[in-house]
């Protein structure tokens, strides 16, 4: 059946990811030196991610939002962060962000809607 329902499976992704192209939301705009700080901030900052998966397009639309200069590493089709993200991070799941402190410590923060907190608290105009 996986013959069935790839297919579909991709074309349901294609529709999502076309969806969120046309209605992305604006990114926030900031002075350029504030902008210049948290993207010095953000460079310590990894997703790891699929490109057709629903809850990283919602994370992915929350770094939009943001206005966050994040890199993206694909888990899926890039054996290096494949197995990165599973014996570092812990699990097989996407989206993951690795986060890593002044201190050299890292979090691995899975589940999108806590990465999304995350940035919003961390990022968001106060
Ligand atoms: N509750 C999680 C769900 C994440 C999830 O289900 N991700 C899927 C991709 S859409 C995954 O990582 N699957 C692992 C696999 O394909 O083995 C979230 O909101 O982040």
Redesign the pocket.
Known sequence: MGFIFRPVRWVLAQIIIFIDWMTRPKPVQRPPEVQQKINEQTQAIVLYQ?QQ???CVKTRRQIHRLNLNIEKRDARNDPKWNQELITEGGK????CLKIKADDGSVQWL????RINQYLEQRFAEK
């Open positions: 699929f998966c629903p809850f097989y799941q996407v989206p899975y589940e999108s809607d």
